[in-house]
Structures are given as C-alpha cells and as structure tokens.
C-alpha cells in the first residue's frame, strides 16, 4: 500500500501539488514559461528541419548516413557561431540563446542519433563548432578594425 501523507490538521490524504503552501505554490507559477515555450518552439522548428533532410536524404541501412552527418555537423557550427555573436558581439534578447541555442538548434541536432548512426564523426561535429567560433571570431574582429578605421 503506498505511504500517502496525511493532512495533520484532517487526516485525509494530502496531494502533494495542490496542498503546497502558498509560498512553494507562487515559486511554480513563476516558471519560467517565456523560456520553455521558446525551448519548445524551436526544438520543434529544428526538428521539422532534421526530419526533413532526413526524408529527403535517406539512406540504405549499412550505408554512410551523410543527412545525419550533415544536420549534426552544420548545427554544431550553427552553435559555435551563435555563441560567439551572442556573449562575444552582440547584446542578445534574454531568449534569443534559449530558443536558437537549446530549442531550433538543440532540436535540429540530435548527438543520440548521431552518436547511434555515426560514432567516429563525433570529432567533425566538435572540429566544426571549432571551426565555427573561430571564423566567427576573426570575421568579426576584421569587422571591427574596418569599422575604427572610419
């Protein structure tokens, strides 16, 4: 039989959500909603963009699976890119990270798959987040030296 806390002042059962004090109740509504349903939106529009590759670039069992490679390796750049533009350069929304980073990004590359589908091209996806920051880095420095120079 499950051990179901009791109210002490009834001694009926006690649900553990509704019957939270008031305090702990108000810290539930404060969730942060504006950043899961950003999360939840952009992991569906990465998603859809994964399962599209996927369907167009299918490939035979046993044989390279080059969509997978492709959507892990340009989101891992995607990533790196991003990371630099919004801590390095730009002074970005609060849920623009969240929703390009974790959810269209985080949605449109999948390590589970690629891990499954691809073990040993891990390195490329890191090499390309790399290859990402670093690009992104010295575009943007030249950026700003052009720009001083006016």
């Known amino acids: 039989m499950p051990n179901i806390p009791a109210s002490a002042t009834t001694g009926e059962p006690v649900d553990s959500v509704v019957d939270l004090p008031a305090a702990r109740r108000s810290q539930i509504r404060r969730a942060p909603w504006a950043v899961l ?55 970005a929304h609060r849920l623009l990270r969240p929703f390009l980073g974790t959810g269209v990004l985080g949605g449109y590359t999948t390590f589970s798959t690629y891990t499954v ?32 120079k006016r």
């Open 37 to 91: 349903s950003v999360v939840s939106v952009g992991g569906a529009l990465g998603a859809l963009a994964r399962y599209g590759l996927a369907v167009a670039w299918q490939h035979r069992p046993g044989a390279f699976p080059w969509a997978t490679f492709l959507v892990n390796v340009s989101g891992c750049l995607l990533i790196g890119v991003l990371m630099v533009l919004i801590t390095e350069v730009w002074a």
């Open 117 to 148: 589908d691809v073990q040993q091209l891990v390195a490329a996806a890191l090499a390309a987040v790399y290859v990402g920051i670093a690009l992104t880095r010295l575009a943007t420095r030249t950026h700003a030296r052009h720009r001083g």
